[in-house]
Structures are given as structure tokens and as C-alpha cells.
């Protein structure tokens, strides 16, 4: 990438026996908004640590700017944060909390008011400048902790979980306020969340992490429509599992056999005839069919979920698959019903070492 | 035993523990201002032992010894156990534990073996007789005990994240300390140096065997008490019981002080 | 610099000053009691002799028993007292809490000497209560002067606040609205108490006793002033040997019998604890506001 600001090297870090980062590699763009999604406890909080410098590696490079700042403490390193719990100074207003990197950076007064009035004007905090954090809403309290991350007009924005601690009609309006700034600033953001609606959401690419591991690295659809592995395919989206028999293999796709029925799907490393394989498809890539279905079954359940609804299909032999669907489909409890998916929907990796 | 007569036992409970504690302490005030001191009713107000004290000047001396000891004390105990707390809450690394256990176990030994055996290992190992200095060394490690008590309970509070919040905008180590943790924080540290002041100020046992032949207020009370309990030991009672309550005054708003809202 | 290279940076200072000046020294006396003392003076000459002193000579078995007992009762009168004022306290204090606990806490830090003064002036011969006693024309309690009852009196007076205070903060950590969930799956308050209040707060109230025991099984200074002639404890008599005797090996040995008495003390306690993980004891919890 030509215009990478951060660039990570095989870093690697471990708690003990925990890996809490291992061989992580990741470019991020000059003006990118760069999610890092991943489940509790698969160390984002830790590489971003490892980025701002409040831990060392024990092996690999950080750089930022084309610098090797691997050895640099954090307070040299010239980036912004928004620490998970916003983290603000608790005896200090709202404008001394802001103006606190610049304070460090020994900016005179005129900068400093200067560049308060503006960020305030960013975040819309006018007017609580002279209040103490408890005595903030959540919303105001972050939109503060975020002042302080822009501030200084930082290379490089690290949020960690900025949102979750709001409600979710609060998180909505952060998230679309959050790429605003990102968009006016033209700084990299990287964003870190296990909520994959907001790195759907926000991203540009993002990353999925797991147990210290990158999983994938990419564009955020390409994430989503195209897994390259069983553990992204899983976590994304909420798609259906089958598990079952490679049948063959030819072009890319795998043909397997589930309990008697057979569906093609795309097929990834590792699969040959005879092996077992688990095959993801997400429920809005089924589709009810009147003729040519792949599987027949009954309506069980239509759970409405408001732009759209969740069809609980019961096959004949017991199993269940979710369909999700407009919600104004008048399909009735118990009634017969065919679905089907395009083969490239789905998508089948070896069973072995699977989640 | 029902919920109201639990209760109301419990008050009862409380109020005859307080009247406990401080019964004999404000019957030591009352006579120290009484001429008679044996059946001192109905009262005679007099200042004749306060004077009579002031004008001590063994006296003098010991207040002197006893407030260097408490200062001295104060002063090392505070400075191991605030360094110890931020270590073992920050950093929380292994061996934490046994360091902490290392902290505490004064306050599992008893103060007179404290005593002798530092008063032991100076005269025949170091070849110190002794003085004022290894008295105050003796007291501060039972004093760091307490302390240290006092300086985690308060820190436990303190969200040391907010330290690496400091240094990601910019602020090196010792301006992270002094512009966010010594702010919130020093209040805990104050109440641990009161408390270990205090402590070494009053205590006999450990300072008793490490003084050689100098004199302190406890040690001064103790030689007088040898001799049946007089006059001015009331008014040096009196006098003491003031200064610990004004001192915990100020410990009680230091606490409250202490606790920070975060939230 | 790593963080387990500046958290050992950190606590270094007071380990090393605590090895050195707590530890060393407790060495110091076990190899002193080895030794013999000759005109005030130690030598070197490895014996066991302090020793057979101590367990051939029934005196010291007898002041080590009197001073066990002391300490067991007064132990048993402190816990009695102190659960039901560390409940109240933490229960019902409200924001009045800090300040209800300091109040117990602070006559400790007004030293031994001066609360014994003022016992003394309570109790003894010439104490208020007897004068009073003797004016009114009874008799005065022969119990309450220069007795082990006084003694036992001014020793629960100079350490009760610590058994309130490990209660008290036992109990903070405790969540009360378990209590609820026992009451509302049907058990009465005193079961309730019994079922789960004690058993989450065993680790406190056991570091409650062994804090209370230690310093009074050594004590010394109450019974020298409250007991009378007869209320010798085994800490008078290790005090005469650095005293006006002068047998410090000998004292060194009975210093060293002290503290194995405390340790086992001790383990006895925590062996009755149990499984710390069940006992209540929180590693890391901050006291709720
Ligand atoms: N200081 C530490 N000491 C020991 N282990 C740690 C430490 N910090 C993190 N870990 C471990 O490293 C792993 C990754 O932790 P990390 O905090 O980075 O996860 P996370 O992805 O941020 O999780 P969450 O979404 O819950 O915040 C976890 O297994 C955690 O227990
Ligand atoms: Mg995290």
C-alpha cells in the first residue's frame, strides 16, 4: 500500500501461556476508517495497546508514518485514543481534559483555545466546558473522551470499543458522527468492536481476530459475502451450519451430502471426496422456492424483527433452518414450504479443526 | 430474634462499645483538670497539672524524641507502602502476592518481638547501641504494615488505565504521577502517614527496647506509671487523646476526600 | 523496561528493607537461642541448654499456658463483641460508616501506656469505680483491680478495633442481597445468618482472631500494669530476660517459642477456614461506594 500510515510487522505477544497476539501483519491506509472485529478475549484490546505502545511485542515491528516506533514509548508516539470506558480524568473539567495533550505538547494559550473551539464545535460539546466528568451523560462523556483523541490533530485515531457502554439509539448516531469525523479529519481511524453491525457499519475494511490470530483481512464485503475461513464464515452474519459428506469436488465447488439431501456450495482448501466438511450459508441467502428446492419442510416460526423477519423452517427429518426474509411474506405456521440457495452462497471448509 | 430487636440490640451493642473505648478516656480528660484526681466530685476545675507538665522539661525532651520517631517513621512506611500499593495494583505481575504477604506479616507478629529482636540484631550484628534511629527503622516496619493497609484500600479505587490514558496523550512517567495520580491519590498517602505517625509517636513496645537510654512520651509514661499513676501523667493523657482525635479528624476527611467520584 | 522489571524496581526499597530490618533480625534471635549469655554478653557456643530451661523449668510451661488462655479468651470475648458492632456498622452506618468505624479504631492509636493509665484509673484499687463502691459503703470488686480479669479487661480494650475492623471489611465485600435469597427460599434470620453471612466472611473474622491473638498471647505491658503480683504473663517474664536479668539467649529461645506458639496459632485458624475460594475472601474487589 502506498499510502500506509500504520504498518505492523509479525508482532507478537503472549500473557503467560495466552496468545494474545501472534504474527499479527496489517497495513492501514492514510484516510482508511479500519475496524478490528473479533470476539471477547481474541486480543484486540491488546494490539491496539501494542500500537499506542502501553505494551511492547515480544516479537515484530510496529511503524507508523514509514517509522519504526517499536521502542518508542507511548507519549512520543503522536497518536489519539478512546479508551474502552472513555477513561477520562476525573479531576479535571471537561476543557482540562481536552486540552490535556496539548498541555503535554507545551502549546500557548491562544493554540490551545484555538484548537478547544474547534474540536468542541466537531463534537458539539459547547457549553460543558467547565463541568467535571460525573457530572456528564454517557453520550456527552464520550464525545468528550473522543475530543481528547482529536485534539492534538493525532497521525492515527485507536478507539477501543468507544460505543459500548451507550444505549443503542445513542450508538446509532455516534456511529454516523464517528465516520464524519473521520471523513473531515482524513486520518486514519482504527476502530476496534466486537459488534459486527457497527464494523459493518462504519468500516472501510476491517479485519476479523480470533484467539490472536488475523482470520482475514479486506474490503468489509468482501468479509462478509466471501469467508476465506470456517471461523469468519461463522462469526459474520448469522448464517446456517451443515455438516456433512464431500460428495466431489470440480471448479471450485464442492458438492456435499447432508442427511440425504445433496446442495452444492463453494469449496475451500482442503476438501477432497470423502472427507467431512461444514458448509455456512447466511439465512438471507436462502430463498423460499414453489418449485426447484433444494429442501422441503415446514413453517414452525416467523419471528418479526422489523425490516425484516426470521422464517424457522422445520425439514422432514427434524432440522431446523432459518430463512430471513421480508417480513410481509404470508406464510402461515405449518404450512409446506421449498428454499434454495445459489451455490455460491454457500460456502464448505474441512470439518477437521473447525469451530 | 426478630428484625426490630436485632436491631435495637445491635445499637445497644454499639453504644456500650463506644462508651467502652471512650469512657476511661474522657473520665482521664475530666480528672486531668480536677484537683483531686482520686474522687474528683463535685469538680474543681484547675489547669495545676497542665501547668505543672509544661514545665517538665524531661518532658521536652521525650515530646521531641517521640515527635522525631512518629516523623521519621511516618515518613518511611509511607514512601514503602505507597510504592509497594502502585506497584502491586499496577503492574499486578507475579509475586505480587508474596510481597504483599512480606508487607503484612508485621501485623502477625507481636510487637515485642519486633522489639527484641531488633534490639538483638543491632547491638550484636550491627553494632549499634541504641538510639533514636533504630527505634524509628523498628517501628517503621510494623508501621508499613498499617500503611500499606491503608494506602490499598484507598488505591484499590484508583483506575491505574488512567496512567496509560496520560502517556498515550503525551505526559512522561513522572508528569503522568504528578499531573493525574498524585492529584487523586494523595489523600490516601497523607492518611497512611498519620496513621504510622501515630503509631511509632505512641508505641512502647518496639521503641522501648531500641531507645537505649532515650527518653520518649510512652517511655516517660511508663517509668512514671512504675510508680502509681500521677497527676501529670492525666494532663500527658489528655493532651495526647486531643492531638490523636484532631489528627483523625483530618484522617476521616482525608478518606472522604479520597474517594473520587468515578463513575 | 518490562512491567514485571519496574514493578520489582518498585517494591524493592521495602523488600529489602524489610528483609533487613524484620526478617534478619528474626533470624537473628533463632540463632541467638542457640547461644549462651555470660555477664551481658552472647557466645557463641551452639547449646540446646535455652531450651531445656524452657521445657524443664514448669514455670515458664505455666506463664506460656496462663498467657494462652488469656489470649483464647480474650480472642473469644473480641469476636462475641465485635461481629455484631462490624453488622451494625456496615449494615445500617450508612454514609455515617467511615466515621463509626475510625471511631473504634482511633483509642488504639493513642498507645498502650496511656490507655492502660486510663484503665488504671477506672479500675484499680483507687479506680473510680471503687471509690465509688467504697463512698456509697459497699465493698469494692476485688475482681476488678490488679486481677487477670483487669488484664483480660485492658487487652480486649487495646485490640478489639482490630477484630471490628477485619469484620468490617469482610463484610463490605459481602452482598448483603444473598441474604434475601435466603430468606425468600424460607430460612429465618438467625439461619441465614448461620447458612451464609458466617460462612462468606470466615476469612476475615479468622484474620479478626489471629490479629487479636498474636499481639496477646506476647503481651506484656497490660498485665504488668493491670494483673497485680500474681498476673505474670509469659511476655513479663521474656521482657525480664532483656531486662534486669540479662539473659538474652535465654529470651532469644523464648522469643522463638513465642512466635512457633503464633504460627501455630495461626495455621490452626486458617485450616479452619477451608477452601479460601468458598470462604469470601476477595483478591481483588474494590469496596463497593
Ligand atoms: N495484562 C494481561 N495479563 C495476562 N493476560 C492478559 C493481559 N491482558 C490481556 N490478557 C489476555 O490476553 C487475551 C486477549 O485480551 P484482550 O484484552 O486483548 O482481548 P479483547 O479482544 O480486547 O477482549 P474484549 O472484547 O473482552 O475487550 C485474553 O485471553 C486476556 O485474558
Ligand atoms: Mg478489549
Redesign the pocket.
Known amino acids: 500500500m502506498s499510502d500506509c500510515m500504520l504498518r505492523l510487522q509479525s508482532v507478537t505477544?503472549r500473557?503467560?501461556t495466552?496468545?494474545?497476539?501472534e504474527s499479527v501483519s496489517l497495513e492501514v491506509g492514510q484516510t482508511e476508517l479500519f475496524a478490528l472485529l473479533?470476539?471477547?478475549?481474541?486480543?484486540?484490546?491488546?494490539?491496539?495497546?501494542i500500537i499506542a505502545g502501553l505494551?511492547a511485542p515480544d516479537e515484530g515491528r510496529v511503524l507508523i508514518g514509514g517509522r519504526d516506533v517499536t521502542r518508542l514509548p507511548p507519549y512520543r508516539r503522536g497518536i489519539g485514543m478512546v479508551f474502552?470506558d472513555f477513561l477520562l480524568f476525573p479531576h479535571k473539567t471537561v476543557a482540562e481534559n481536552i486540552a490535556f495533550p496539548l498541555k503535554m505538547q507545551g502549546k500557548s494559550r491562544a493554540e490551545t483555545a484555538d484548537d478547544l473551539k474547534w474540536v468542541s464545535q466537531l463534537v458539539r460539546l459547547t457549553g460543558l466546558e467547565e463541568r467535571y466528568p460525573h457530572e456528564l451523560s454517557g453520550g456527552q462523556k464520550q464525545r468528550v473522551a473522543l475530543a481528547r483523541g482529536l485534539v492534538s490533530r493525532p497521525s492515527l485515531l485507536l478507539l477501543?470499543?468507544p460505543l459500548a457502554n451507550l444505549d443503542r439509539e445513542l450508538r446509532k448516531r455516534m456511529e454516523v458522527e464517528i465516520r464524519r469525523f473521520q471523513l473531515e479529519l482524513g486520518i486514519p481511524f482504527i476502530y476496534?468492536t466486537?459488534n459486527q453491525e457497527e464494523a459493518l457499519t462504519m468500516a472501510s475494511r476491517m479485519a476479523v481476530?480470533r484467539?490472536?490470530c488475523l482470520e482475514q483481512i479486506g474490503d468489509k464485503l468482501a468479509l462478509y459475502h466471501r469467508p476465506a475461513t470456517a471461523f469468519v464464515a461463522a462469526f459474520l452474519g448469522s448464517p446456517n451450519t451443515f455438516e456433512g459428506d464431500v460428495v466431489g469436488v470440480e471448479d471450485g465447488r464442492a458438492e456435499i451430502a447432508w442427511h440425504g439431501h445433496r446442495f452444492w456450495s463453494r469449496a475451500h482448501d482442503g476438501l477432497a471426496p470423502g472427507l467431512r466438511a461444514v458448509c455456512y450459508v447466511k439465512s438471507e441467502k436462502i430463498a423460499f422456492a414453489s418449485s426447484g428446492a433444494a429442501l422441503a419442510g415446514r413453517l414452525r416460526d416467523t419471528i418479526f424483527k422489523g425490516q425484516y423477519a426470521d422464517y424457522l423452517v422445520c425439514l422432514d427429518d427434524g432440522h431446523e433452518i432459518t430463512v430471513s426474509a421480508a417480513p410481509d411474506l404470508c406464510h402461515r405456521p405449518g404450512e409446506a414450504v421449498g428454499i434454495t440457495w445459489a451455490a455460491d452462497d454457500g460456502d464448505a471448509f474441512p470439518a477437521v479443526g473447525k469451530e | 430474634m426478630n428484625h426490630r430487636s436485632g436491631f435495637g440490640v445491635q445499637v445497644l451493642l454499639l453504644a456500650a462499645l463506644y462508651l467502652f473505648l471512650y469512657g476511661p478516656i474522657l473520665y482521664v480528660i475530666y480528672v486531668s483538670f480536677q484537683i483531686d484526681s482520686i474522687w474528683p466530685f463535685p469538680p474543681t476545675l484547675t489547669l495545676e497539672h497542665h501547668t505543672d507538665l509544661w514545665q517538665r522539661r524531661d518532658y521536652h525532651a521525650a515530646l521531641w524524641n517521640s515527635v522525631t520517631i512518629g516523623f521519621g517513621t511516618g515518613l518511611i512506611a509511607t514512601l514503602f507502602a505507597t510504592l509497594a500499593a502502585m506497584a502491586i495494583l499496577k503492574y499486578?505481575s507475579p509475586g505480587s502476592g508474596l510481597v504483599a504477604g512480606l508487607f503484612l506479616a508485621p501485623l502477625f507478629i507481636a510487637p515485642i518481638l519486633i522489639g527484641i529482636s531488633s534490639l538483638m540484631f543491632s547491638r550484636t550484628v550491627l553494632g549499634m547501641p541504641g538510639s533514636i534511629f533504630g527505634a524509628t527503622l523498628a517501628n517503621s516496619t510494623y508501621a508499613t504494615a498499617f500503611a500499606l493497609l491503608v494506602v490499598l484500600a484507598q488505591f484499590a479505587r484508583y483506575d491505574w488505565r488512567l496512567d496509560d490514558a496520560a502517556m498515550v496523550f503525551g505526559a512522561r512517567p513522572w508528569r503522568t504521577f504528578w499531573e493525574i495520580t498524585l492529584p487523586i491519590t494523595w489523600p490516601a498517602m497523607l492518611g497512611a502517614f498519620i496513621v504510622s505517625f501515630l503509631l511509632a509517636f505512641n508505641n512502647l513496645e518496639i521503641s522501648f527496647y531500641n531507645l537505649g537510654a532515650t527518653p520518649t512520651l510512652p517511655t516517660l509514661a511508663w517509668g512514671a506509671l512504675r510508680h502509681g499513676i500521677s497527676a501529670e501523667l492525666y494532663a500527658l493523657a489528655a493532651i495526647i487523646n486531643f492531638a490523636v482525635f484532631a489528627l483523625f479528624t483530618v484522617l476521616y476527611l482525608l478518606l472522604r476526600l479520597g474517594t473520587i467520584r468515578i463513575d | 523496561m518490562s512491567?514485571t522489571v519496574r514493578f520489582w524496581l518498585m517494591v524493592l526499597p521495602g523488600t529489602v528493607f524489610l528483609v533487613v530490618f524484620l526478617l534478619l533480625p528474626l533470624i537473628a534471635i533463632v540463632v541467638f537461642s542457640f547461644w549462651r549469655t555470660e555477664s551481658y554478653t552472647l557466645i557463641q557456643d551452639w547449646n540446646l541448654d535455652n531450651y531445656a530451661t524452657i521445657f524443664s523449668h514448669s514455670a515458664y510451661l505455666t506463664f506460656l499456658a496462663r498467657a494462652l488462655v488469656m489470649a483464647t479468651c480474650v480472642s473469644l470475648v473480641c469476636l462475641a463483641y465485635a461481629w455484631p458492632v462490624a453488622y451494625f456498622i456496615v449494615r445500617y452506618g450508612g454514609r455515617y460508616r467511615l466515621i463509626l468505624l475510625l471511631s473504634t479504631a482511633a483509642p488504639f492509636l493513642t498507645g498502650e501506656i496511656l490507655r492502660v493509665a486510663a484503665l488504671q484509673q477506672i479500675l484499680g484499687p483507687i479506680g473510680v469505680v471503687n471509690m465509688a463502691l467504697t463512698r456509697f459503703g459497699f465493698d469494692p470488686i476485688e475482681a476488678l483491680m490488679y486481677s487477670n480479669m483487669a488484664t483480660g479487661t485492658g487487652l480486649v480494650y487495646l485490640w478489639l478495633p482490630f477484630m471490628v475492623l477485619a469484620i468490617y471489611l469482610s463484610l463490605l465485600n459481602f452482598d448483603f442481597a444473598l441474604l434475601d435469597v435466603a430468606k425468600i427460599t424460607g430460612a429465618g434470620p438467625l439461619r441465614a445468618f448461620v447458612e451464609v453471612t458466617l460462612p462468606l466472611n470466615r476469612a476475615g473474622t479468622a484474620i479478626g482472631i489471629v490479629l487479636v491473638f498474636i499481639p496477646t498471647l506476647a503481651s506484656a505491658t497490660t498485665s504488668q500494669f493491670l494483673g497485680g503480683p500474681d498476673g505474670a504473663l509469659y511476655g513479663n517474664i521474656l521482657a525480664r530476660q532483656f531486662g534486669s536479668t540479662g539473659t538474652w539467649a535465654l529470651g532469644s529461645a523464648m522469643g522463638v517459642v513465642l512466635f512457633l506458639a503464633s504460627a501455630l496459632a495461626l495455621v490452626i485458624v486458617w485450616r479452619a477456614v477451608g477452601d479460601l475460594r468458598r470462604s469470601g475472601i476477595v483478591i481483588k474487589g474494590a469496596p463497593k461506594p
Open positions: 505477544k500473557f503467560g495466552t496468545m494474545a497476539a473479533g470476539p471477547s478475549g481474541s486480543g484486540k484490546t491488546t494490539l491496539l495497546r505494551d474502552q477501543d470499543e476496534v466486537h481476530m484467539e490472536g | 499486578r | 512491567n
